[in-house]
């Protein structure tokens, strides 16, 4: 009989066990649906967030070109507005040299020794001096094609071969360009 209970105890649970069996079945594929729902939402967040990350490096890539753009162009303008100036300044210094060719024969004649206009031609020359105006009118240098403009070629008592025995009219330069070659006597050192 023992048997038989075991059988009975065995039918006896069967019935039992089926309804929580039928009941864990639906738990199971709830939570299985719910994972899969979180899974899905969590690749979701994930692909939004690559696309905001993605979106965030487009537009700080945009910003930083824009910046670059921006520096470059404030250098573009203050680089033109100085090469203008500069041109402004070269053009004026350039209507003023037939000037400084009066204001020199006059000193070469004597006429600038003493008065207000020595004066006047002392305070021309010191302005044109701030703005960069060199004069070029140096005897006994080696002639130079860049600076120097050879009119006459002839001997020159204590001046070496190729050098300047005299300047004939002064040339004039601002900074590296030369706005006007002196006009000058090369000694051929004989």
């Not at 939570?31 to 899905?40: D, K, S, V």
Request: glycine content about 6%.
């Amino acid at each position: 009989m023992s048997e038989a209970q075991d059988q009975n105890e065995n039918s006896g649970q069967e019935p039992e066990n089926q309804p929580e069996a039928a009941d864990a079945q639906p738990n199971a594929d709830a939570l299985g649906q719910a994972e899969a729902i979180l899974n899905e939402a969590a690749a979701g967040v994930e692909e939004a967030q690559a696309e905001v990350t993605e979106k965030e490096s487009e537009l700080r890539n945009d910003l930083l070109r824009l910046q670059a753009e921006y520096v470059n162009y404030r250098k573009r303008v203050e680089r033109d507005r100085v090469a203008v100036r500069e041109s402004a300044v070269q053009s004026v210094l350039t209507t003023l040299l037939p000037v400084l060719d009066d204001i020199d024969a006059a000193r070469a004649h004597g006429d600038l020794a003493d008065g207000p206009f020595a004066a006047i031609a002392k305070k021309l020359d010191t302005v044109l001096a701030t703005h960069g105006l060199e004069r070029i009118d140096e005897a006994g240098v080696e002639f130079d094609p860049n600076v120097h403009e050879a009119l006459l070629r002839q001997p020159v008592p204590e001046i070496p071969a190729d050098h300047v025995g005299q300047v004939l009219r002064a040339g004039y330069r601002k900074g590296n360009y030369t706005m006007r070659a002196a006009q000058v006597l090369v000694a051929t050192g004989e």
